[in-house]
Structure formats: C-alpha cells, structure tokens
C-alpha cells in the first residue's frame, strides 16, 4: 500500500497516527474569525461558564447568524488544511444548530422531534460550501473533521487519548454525557495505530510465522479498542443522550423532521439531503471489515447499500485507503485472508482470524446494545441520525460477521484444541440465537425494548 496516498495534510493514515490527525486540531479559530468564535464560544445549551448559552433560548440561535458576518470571501482564501478542518467544524456545528433549533425545542416541549429550518442563511451556507469543497466533503455536520475526530482539546497532553483527558472544542448541549460519548470515539482510535501496522505487516509477511505474529496484533488491537468501547456505559449516561442526539441528525433519511432538505442560500435553489453524524462513519470496523473479509458476506439488500454510501461521508484519502486495502486482500488470495490462511494450512493464523472475527462482533453487538439502550428505550423515532432504520441497520451487519465467522470455523479441524478456537466455536451457537430471538421480538407490532435488551444478558453476551 501506498501509504503517501491516505493523507490530506490533516489526516494521514498509517501506523504513526492510525485514524486520527497527525498533530492536534486548533482548538479556536484564528483571531479573523472571531464573531464566528464568539458564537462557537457560547453555542451550547450549558456554557463552560456554567450559564445558558444559545441553544438554551428559544430564538436565540437564528437572532446570533441574523448578525454573523459572511466569511465567504475570507474562507476562499485559506489553504491550511488545519485553518480548513477547524472552518468546517464551525460551519458545520453552526448549521446544525441553527436547522435543528426548532426540532430541539419541540422535542423538549413534546418529548417528540418537531420540524427543522430549512433555509440555511447565507452567512452559513456560502462559506461552508466553500471550505467543504476545498476537504472534498459533503457540506454537513461530519464524524471526521467536525463532531468526533477533529474536534478534541486534550486537557494534559502528556497523558494521551484517554477520553477523561479530552474535552470538545465546540459542543451542543455542554454537558458530561456529550463529551464522553463523542470522546470516547476518539479514546478507541488511539488503539487504530497498531491495528494499521498489524494489516500491513500481513500484508507484508514472508513467512507464517511474520503474518501470524501481525494478526495477532490486530488482535490485540481490537480487544483494547472493545475495552475501551465498554466504558460508554459510564462515560455518557443513556437517558441523556437525547440532550444532544437531535442535532448530528442528518438531512437524509429524515423526512420527518426536514421535509424535501434544506435549501443552502447564495449557493443555489434546489433542497439538498445529506446523511447525519453517526459513529458509523469510524473508520476501524470497516478496515476489519475489509482486512477480515466480512465484506464478502455482506447481504445484497438496501441495509448494505447504506453501509456503503456512508464510506462516502469520509475523508478522500481514509476512502483511498479503503479503496487498496480492498484491492491488496483480493490480488493476495480470490477469496481474501480467509483462502490465503486456508491455501497455506495456517490453521494458527485462522484461529487468529476468528478472534479476529468475534472482536469485531463484539464490536457491532455492543453497538447494537448502546441503539437498545440509547435510542430505542429513549425515543420511538425510527431512525438513526444517519438516517439508517433503527431496528434493522446494525443486526444486518451482525449477520454478516456471525457468516463470515461459521465460514473460518469450518475451514479449522474439528480436532484442533487450540482454547481459543474451542471457546469461540463452544459459544458461536448462543451469538446467533441471540440475534433470531431479537430479531422476532422486533417483528411484533408493538416491541418492548427492554425485552430486546434482556435477552443480551440471558445469553451472556452484555457489555
């Protein structure tokens, strides 16, 4: 792999810096900037100050952009890719808030998400166009350069990516819950280093003894990143993640709350749609996807063709590296890692592979437990803020793991005695029994959710 390729000056992939930016994001705008700063500064529904800030007033967000200047003209002249991230992160949080006001405030009223604004002023709209284009992004609240990944202060910099040790450098309601739950996507990502260099060294490997040393350490990757992925439970608290949660909802696959889009002012006249914010868009269990061959059991079905339409919400050169990695596994075997383990009888290195295997469906079946717990028991909303159906977007891809997982079982010895084989096949009847019996109480009519959620712990599969 072409490692020169998966860099834009702010992101550069590869086992240095992994997903994350190859140096710290501004944590403010340069002093240009400042009205724009200004409002960043006091957007939150609590200020840092501990008072109420715009989000926390009726009105108040569309009578702050009524006074913004337009820095159209000023943004067309930067090109610092980390002046252009920290623009588009303010753009994009700005825009969200001012769409999503007015959903918010009806949601705090009613308990149900009301109709967005569907105008985005100019003074938003013009300048936001205009960094967007120049990332190669869609111009809307992103995972990469504005929510999650581009968008943390670290408090010490001398101790790391620890989500305790990281703040957000613009937030929506300012308080704990937002902060850890978007943090803690940060804190998983310090682990993707080691994951990268564990691909490219299979990759790279001479000898069974180099490629099962590198899948171990994809291994380990995966098991410090579902480690740290656990912690969600105490760092953003579930009953309030409705403090926040409606406004990284995207445009598309939202209908209800915003109609036929949202007309961007001074760009053009026609409504655009753009899909949400959404954890979705991290980088690590897609790579897997890729590296493992998951990939290739994916269901042709309209769930899959969602899962792929949100690589396009990526930074271009995260979707190059996605793009080769795809390549690399199919030129080094027709049938990805799994034939190439198989074609050289390396049953160790396929025994790492279905650790492999069920970290990453651990992964997704704690994901889909925080959906059970966070969304459905929070709200009867049916979508997800990437605009994704709720009950059936991530147990379409848990399907795809638990396949791709009785496919590496088959290809071991039955007579093999390694403890790590015998407990995953021991326990992979209880992992899809656990997704039928969920999947038949979500296909009644009326659901209880914490039923859903139940049966996590009667299979002694919960976080």
Known sequence: MNLARYTDGFFQVGPTHGFLP?????????????????????????????????LGKEGEIEKRIAQLPNYGKEVEKESDPFVLQALFRAYAFIASAYTLAPAHF?????????KANQYLP???????????????????????????LGNYIKRDPAKGFVWENLDMAVK?????????????????????????????????SENTVDTNRSLDQCYQAMININGRRKIMWEASRWKHYN???????????????????????????????????????????PTMDIFSGVINHYPSNELTRYLLDLRAYRPVCIQRFFEDLKEDMTQLHPQGLTGWLN??????????????LEEIY???????????????????????????????????????????????IEMISPQNKSPLFTRIREGFPQKKSLLEKQLALLHQKDYDATKVYALNKTHKLND
């Open 22 to 54: 190859c140096k710290d994001p501004l944590a403010i705008l340069p002093p240009r900037y400042n009205h724009l700063q200004t409002i960043l500064h006091e957007l939150a529904r609590i200020r840092d100050d501990g008072e109420e800030g715009i």
């Open 106 to 114: 009806e949601q705090l009223s009613t308990g149900k998400y009301g």
């Open 122 to 148: 100019q003074q938003i709209a013009v300048p936001l166009c205009s960094v967007a284009k120049k990332l190669d992004v869609y111009p809307w609240l992103d995972y990469h350069y504005a929510y999650s």
């Open 172 to 204: 929506f309601s300012g308080m704990p819950d937002e902060r850890g739950f978007i943090m803690l996507h940060v804190d998983i990502n310090q682990y993707s280093p080691g994951l990268i260099q564990g691909v490219l060294g299979t990759l790279e």
């Open 243 to 285: 403090d926040f949660r409606v406004f990284i909802m995207g445009i598309k696959g939202n209908e209800e709350i915003f109609n036929e889009g949202v007309y961007y002012q001074g760009v053009d006249e026609n409504p655009r749609q753009y899909r949400g914010q959404t954890g979705a868009q991290d980088n690590i269990i």
């Open 343 to 356: 074609e050289y009888k390396n049953e160790d290195g396929l025994i790492l592979l279905l650790g492999i």
């Open 362 to 408: 651990f992964f997704r079946n704690g994901h889909w437990q925080f959906v059970q717990k966070y969304i459905m028991q929070n709200t009867t909303y049916a979508k997800a803020t990437g605009g994704t159906p709720i009950i059936s977007w991530i147990p379409n891809q848990i399907m795809s793991v638990l396949n791709a997982m009785q496919a590496c």
